[in-house]
């Protein structure tokens, strides 16, 4: 087997390639060169001999896996997991009508940000299939939540995630890469000028404050696009849902609260929605190796050297599960409890392959990915811009 290794300071992934020689650069790079600060901690890797060919060897994880009974359904998890959510809900409407016209409503926003994003948490999983036996059951039960609970269309979610799950982080192919404010990579950021180049310059500090937008751009994303012109199904159904929910919800915020205080609320709910989104998300594979276009890469691989686990104890009901980004990008039918165990038996067969398998903790990630955005940002510097006499300028 070749040992796996990639470009470190492009963080462009070579593949196919002699004994790890970077397809991107030409040089010489072992995976014992790249540093933490880039990836998070990565386990050591002691490459076995008489190993199979990397694709054989995910026929036989799969077997494992499925052996161990990690694919089973969790009726039990998930029923509690709706259950409590339920109640939450139920918690903050009654907080929300017992506070009355007090800026203390704000913390009932907060709290429904939170419980929004336990919902889309939920759906998420759903559009996994890993809830429920049944395809179509997990559909509908996942379009109800996105549409009624969250407010976002499920449609949109599935095409564009269906997309990421068969390329992560793969030029042209991954939606989550693509250019929408922040850059990804260097060539968008090299392509920004004016007000979205002076964000890029400096989007890795920015990243955080923006995310307190995000929640509205999903929103109006997901809305956007129902009005494309192809084929959506569900299309009628979740904009009738989706209408229903936040014109509900926006008049309830309205005539119960001042108008002031009602658009502070909402700010509020959404800003918080949408960095507990963000920072759900973006641990999971920023900073990790982006994927030539035209590169040849075989599902294990693929899929385990452009994700990140996030370790610690209460991350995964935290997160949703997605701290075991790893094993869910390897099984994404596997219901939530069974992901910590999936960790050890995959961890173990990484090892056994020598693929780097990278996890860290949650502050440490955010690090890393601020880094990498501030380093994918630079490409939005004017050549002709002077360090020197910016720095005199600004004396």
Not at 174 to 200: H, K, M, N, V, Y
Not at 365 to 386: M, Q
Request: proline letters at 6%; a positive charge.
């Amino acid at each position: 087997m070749r040992p796996y290794a990639w470009d470190i300071d492009s963080g462009r992934m070579p593949v196919n390639t002699p004994a790890g020689k970077s397809t991107t650069t030409g040089r010489i790079i072992s995976t014992s060169l790249i540093p933490s600060s880039h990836l998070g901690a990565i386990r050591s890797t002691k490459p076995r001999g008489d190993r199979p060919g990397v694709t054989q060897s995910y026929a036989a994880l799969s077997q494992v896996i499925k052996e161990s009974g990690l694919l089973r359904r969790t009726p039990v998890f998930y029923s509690l997991l709706v259950g409590g959510l339920v109640l939450a809900l139920g918690g903050a409407i009654t907080g929300f009508v017992l506070l009355g016209d007090t800026w203390y409503q704000l913390l009932i926003a907060a709290a429904l940000g939170i419980i929004f994003t336990q919902f889309a948490f939920f759906a998420h999983e759903a559009s996994h299939r890993a809830v429920l036996t049944s395809g179509r059951a997990n559909d509908r039960v996942g379009r109800f939540v996105a549409t009624v609970m969250v407010g976002i269309s499920y449609q949109w979610w599935m095409t564009k995630h269906t997309r990421h799950h068969a390329n992560p982080n793969r030029i042209g192919k991954d939606p989550d890469i693509e250019f929408d404010t922040i850059s990804f990579i260097e060539e968008d950021a090299a392509r920004q000028r004016g007000l979205i180049g002076w964000i890029t310059r400096r989007q890795g500090w920015l990243f955080f404050p923006l995310l307190l937008l995000e929640g509205l751009n999903l929103h109006v994303t997901s809305i956007r696009s129902l009005f494309e012109r192809r084929a959506i199904p569900g299309r009628a159904l979740e904009l009738t849902l989706i209408a229903l929910r936040l014109g509900a919800y926006v008049a309830v915020v309205f005539w119960a609260l001042p108008l002031g205080m009602a658009f502070a609320f909402l700010g509020v709910q959404l800003a918080v929605f949408g960095v507990y989104m963000g920072a759900s998300f973006a641990p999971n594979h920023k900073g990790m190796p982006i994927v030539p276009a035209d590169a040849k890469l075989d599902f294990l691989s693929k899929q385990v050297l452009t994700s990140r686990n996030i370790t610690g104890r209460w991350t995964s009901p935290l997160m949703g599960g997605l701290n075991h980004q790893v094993e869910h990008h390897l099984f994404p039918s596997m219901p939530r409890p069974h992901l910590g165990r999936a960790r050890e038996i995959v961890r173990e067969h990484c090892r056994s392959l020598g693929i780097p398998y990278t996890e860290t903790t949650l502050v440490d990630s955010y690090g890393i990915v601020v880094r990498y955005l501030n380093r994918v940002g630079l490409a939005a510097r004017d050549p002709f811009d002077c360090p020197a006499a910016g720095e005199l300028r600004r004396r």
